[in-house]
C-alpha cells in the first residue's frame, strides 16, 4: 500500500464527559479549554497538521454548543461535516453510521475530540503501509491505565488484565483504519463500543497493530485533575521548548510553573485573592482575599469563598430537580455557587452549595449499591446514640439525592500533621470514645430500633474480602500467579473463624481517618452507610492500622491499650493483628481496583503504607509463609 497521507477523518465529540461532572452540564468537553483554546479546536488543528482535508464530527451531548462554535470559528483549512447521534452510539456505532463518508481506498483518521496531543503522524503511516493491517492505533508509555499488550508491534490484548504494569501500553484514542473496520462491525447503526470489535477482529485474523511514538505528547484530561495537570504540563514543555509545548499560550496565562493560573476573557480578580493551579473561564469573578486553589473555575461565576474543585454556577451546574430541591431549604440556584471535593472511593456524588454565608452538601447515589440507600437512616439512628454524623437536612430516595450538612474538609489525617506524640495519642483516645459510643451504645440500641444495615460479618463477607484483594491486588495490579494466590487465600482463610468466636459489635466497616471530620469543635463520622455487627478488632484495625495515617507500633498498642481498658467488657482484643491483616488485604484491593481508574489513580500513592502496615500485622503472627514473601518482595519494588 502506498504511503500516502488520509485526506478524511473522523473525529468523536458526542460523550457525556460523566467524569467532569458537573462542569459538562454547562460545557461539551471538547469545548473546554485548553490554554485559552478549546480541545476540539486543537483537535483539528492537530488533524489539519496531518493532511486531513475533511471531518467528520459525531455529535450527541452539548451537540447544539459544538454546532455554534464551529459557525461562529468556521474552519478555512477544513471542510467540516457532522453526525447528530438521537441516541449515543459509541465508536463502532458511530462509524456505521458515518460509513457513507468513509474512504473505499485509502485509510482514515479516528479520533477523540477530548484529549491534548502533539505528534508528528509518519510512524504510524509508514507502519500502516509495511502491514497493511485492519489498523494501526497510537500508543503511549507510562502513563493512563496501560491496558494493552503488545507482541512484535501487534496488539494481542486491549484489556489486559494486568493494567498498570510497566511492559503494557496505553491507547491514546487516535487510530489508523481500513474501511474494512465495517466488516466487524453491526449492519446497522447500534451502540457497539470499539474495543470488542478490535478483539473480534484479532480473533478472525485480522491485524491491528500498535505504534508507539518516541517524539509525541498525549494527556487525558477526562478528569479535573487530569484537565488541571495537562495545563502545567503544558506549560513546562513550553519552557523545555519540548513537544506539546506549542499547545502554550503565554497572552491566556496568570503564573506560570507549577502555581499556574490559565485565564479567560473578561476575568475580575479581587485585591489579595491566591489563585493557585487553577482555570479561570471566561466572565469569572474572584473576590478579594480568596484563596482558589486546585480548581476549575465555570463562566460568570462569582467566588467569594475560599475554593477548589470544579466551582460554577448552580443555575447551570444542577439539573431540575437539584434545583427544585435546593430551594426548598432556601438556596436560590442563581445565587448559590456549587463546588466538587475530589473523587471518593464509593458510587456517589458530592456537590458542596454556597448561597451567601450558608453552605450544604448534595449527595446523589447509585442505588443499585444498596449501603448507599442505607445512608439517611444511619444518619438518624446514630445521631439518636450519641454518635455525631452529618445532619440530614432532606432526603428525596424517589431521586437518589439528600441535602445534608456541610461538615467541611479536616478529618483526622489534618488534624494529627505536625503535632506531639502525647496531643496525636490524645486526640485518638477522643476518636475511639466515639467508637466506643457506636459499638456499644449503637450495638445495643439496634434491636429496639430495627435497624436496617448491611448483612453482619460471617465466612461470605470475609471471603468476599479476600477474593476482592486477590483478584484486584494479586492478580490484576501484580500479576502474581495463580498457583501462588491459591495459596495466599488458603492462607488468608484461617482468619474468618477467629473473628468470628468474639462478641460482635456494631462496626462502622470503613473507620479510616478519611471518615472522621473535625467541625464546630466535634469529632463526626461520615461514610457510615455500611453498618453492620462483626468483630470490634475490625473497625480498631480500620483506624489504627489506616495506611493513610501510617501510625507508629507504640501508639497503634498505646490506643489498643486504652480501648480495652474503657470499653467495659471483654471483647477479645487479642485478635486484633488477625483482622488487620483481613482489613489491609481489604484495602489493598480496594486501592488497587481504584488506581486502576483515571479519575482515582492517586489511591495507589496508599499502597506502599498498606504494604509497610500489612508487614507490621504479619510480624506479630504465626504462618502466613506465601503471604510474607509477596508482601516483601513488594515492599522491595515500592521502595
Known amino acids: 500500500m502506498k504511503n500516502v497521507r488520509p485526506a478524511k477523518a473522523v473525529l468523536l465529540a458526542a460523550g457525556f464527559g460523566t467524569r467532569l461532572l458537573p462542569l459538562t452540564r454547562e460545557v461539551p468537553k471538547p469545548l473546554l479549554p485548553l490554554w485559552g483554546r478549546t480541545l476540539l479546536d486543537r483537535a483539528l488543528d492537530l488533524l489539519a497538521s496531518f493532511g486531513v482535508r475533511e471531518v467528520l464530527i459525531n455529535l450527541h451531548h452539548g451537540a447544539e454548543a459544538i454546532r455554534a462554535h464551529l459557525e461562529k470559528n468556521p474552519r478555512n483549512d477544513l471542510q467540516v461535516q457532522f453526525s447528530f447521534e438521537p441516541k449515543i452510539l459509541g465508536t463502532g456505532g458511530a462509524l456505521v453510521r458515518a460509513k457513507n463518508f468513509l474512504p473505499d481506498d485509502a485509510p482514515f483518521w479516528l479520533f477523540n475530540a477530548d484529549v491534548a496531543a502533539d505528534l508528528d503522524p509518519q510512524p504510524l503511516l509508514d507502519d500502516f503501509a509495511q502491514h497493511q493491517p485492519l489498523a494501526a492505533l497510537w500508543l503511549v508509555r507510562d502513563i493512563g491505565p496501560r491496558t ?21 501500553f496505553t491507547f491514546s484514542g487516535l487510530h489508523l483504519l481500513s474501511k474494512r473496520i465495517l466488516d466487524f462491525l453491526p449492519r446497522k447503526a447500534v451502540f457497539a463500543p470499539i474495543t470488542p470489535v478490535y478483539t473480534k477482529a484479532m480473533q478472525h485474523g485480522a491485524v491491528v497493530r500498535g505504534v508507539v511514538l518516541q517524539d509525541s505528547f498525549w494527556f487525558d484530561v477526562g478528569t479535573p485533575a487530569n484537565y488541571l495537570a495537562a495545563h502545567n504540563v503544558v506549560s513546562m514543555l513550553h519552557g523545555q521548548q519540548r513537544r506539546g509545548g506549542r499547545l502554550f499560550d503565554p497572552a491566556v496565562a496568570g503564573v506560570r510553573g507549577r502555581d499556574f493560573v490559565a485565564f479567560g476573557a473578561d476575568v475580575r480578580v479581587g485585591r489579595g485573592a491566591q489563585l493557585r ?15 482558589v486553589r486546585g480548581a476549575v473555575i465555570g463562566r460568570d461565576t462569582v467566588v467569594r469563598h475560599d475554593v477548589q474543585g470544579l466551582v460554577g454556577r448552580a443555575d447551570r451546574w444542577l439539573d431540575a430537580v437539584e434545583q427544585k430541591t435546593i430551594r426548598k ?22 456537590m458542596r452549595l454556597q448561597c451567601g454565608e450558608q453552605s450544604a452538601m448534595l449527595m446523589r447515589y447509585d442505588p443499585a449499591r444498596v449501603e448507599n440507600t442505607l445512608f439517611v437512616r444511619h444518619a438518624r439512628f446514630l445521631k439518636k446514640v450519641g454518635v455525631s454524623g452529618p445532619e440530614i437536612l432532606l432526603d428525596l430516595p424517589r431521586y437518589n439525592l439528600c441535602l445534608v450538612e456541610d461538615l467541611g474538609d479536616v478529618n483526622l489525617l489534618d488534624l494529627q500533621r505536625g503535632i506531639t506524640r502525647e496531643r496525636l495519642i490524645a486526640l485518638y483516645e477522643v476518636v475511639l470514645g466515639v467508637v466506643m459510643q457506636l459499638h456499644v451504645a449503637g450495638g445495643l440500641a439496634v434491636p429496639r430500633t430495627r435497624l436496617r444495615r448491611m448483612p453482619d460479618f460471617g465466612p461470605d463477607l470475609y471471603r468476599w474480602e479476600r477474593d476482592y484483594f486477590a483478584e484486584h491486588m494479586l492478580a490484576r495490579r501484580c500479576a502474581v500467579p495463580p498457583a501462588t494466590i491459591t495459596k495466599i487465600k488458603q492462607e488468608l482463610a484461617q482468619i474468618a473463624w477467629r473473628l468470628d468466636r468474639p462478641t460482635q459489635v456494631l462496626l462502622h466497616r470503613d473507620l479510616q481517618s478519611s471518615n472522621v471530620l473535625w467541625h464546630k469543635k466535634r469529632l463526626h463520622l461520615i461514610d457510615f452507610q455500611g453498618l453492620r455487627f462483626g468483630p470490634a478488632a475490625y473497625d480498631l484495625a480500620s483506624l489504627l492500622c489506616d495506611p493513610y495515617a501510617d501510625l507508629p507500633k507504640t501508639v497503634q498498642q498505646q490506643l489498643l491499650t486504652f480501648y480495652e481498658r474503657n470499653v467495659g467488657y471483654d471483647l477479645q482484643l487479642g485478635l486484633f493483628w488477625w483482622a488487620a491483616v483481613q482489613r489491609l488485604a481489604q484495602a489493598l484491593g480496594a486501592y488497587a481496583k481504584l488506581a486502576a481508574q483515571p479519575e482515582t489513580g492517586h489511591f495507589a500513592d496508599h499502597i506502599p503504607a498498606a504494604l509497610r502496615q500489612l508487614h507490621r500485622a504479619l510480624g506479630e503472627l504465626p ?12 515492599l522491595g519494588r515500592n521502595k
Request: aromatic share 6%; with cysteine; net charge neutral.
Open 623 to 634: 504462618g502466613f509463609p506465601v503471604l510474607r514473601d509477596w508482601v516483601n518482595t513488594e
Open 329 to 350: 431549604i432556601g438556596f436560590a440556584p442563581e445565587a448559590t455557587v456549587v463546588s466538587t471535593p475530589g473523587p471518593r472511593g464509593s458510587q456517589r456524588v458530592f
Open 277 to 291: 493551579q487553577c482555570v479561570v473561564c471566561d466572565g469569572a469573578q474572584i473576590a478579594a482575599g480568596v484563596t
Open 148 to 168: 494493552v499488550e503488545i507482541k512484535k508491534g501487534q496488539v494481542v490484548n486491549l484489556t489486559s488484565p494486568r493494567a498498570g504494569q510497566p511492559d503494557l
